[in-house]
Nanobody, 122 residues
């Protein structure tokens, strides 16, 4: 079965860095675009970043451009999100996901991980 397991979250100060990892299994990882999605306290899901199957095409929401870098290692079935210059606004549970899109006006993904908490505070 499809499994996505996030790790690497934690507590960091503003301006700090954190690297999130996602271990994927149960599907042809290298054939799928992958996504990072987050949910801040009291807010809805927000698409953060995505990467194409080969890793050469990356996309980011405006608020994280220049600060976050999505990458993948298809030999390890692993997805990463390097987060630099973190802000308090980045505080959220971060999810690794597959098959995301806006379906009928609602952002959805076909598979999600359990999520990893990122807290940015002084």
């Amino acid at each position: 079965q499809v499994q996505l397991v996030e790790s690497g979250g934690g507590l960091v100060q503003p301006g700090g860095s954190l690297r999130l990892s996602c271990a994927a299994s149960g599907f042809p990882f290298s054939n799928n675009w992958m996504y990072w999605v987050r949910q801040a306290p009291g807010k809805g899901l927000e698409w953060v970043s995505q990467i194409n199957s080969g890793g050469g095409g990356t996309y980011y929401t405006h608020s994280v451009k220049g600060r976050f870098t999505i990458s993948r290692d298809n030999t390890k079935n692993a997805l990463y999100l390097q987060m630099n210059s973190l802000k308090s606004e980045d505080t959220a549970v971060y999810y690794c996901a597959r098959g995301c899109g806006n379906y009928s006006g609602i952002f959805r993904c076909d598979y999600w991980g359990q999520g990893t908490q990122v807290t940015v505070t002084s």
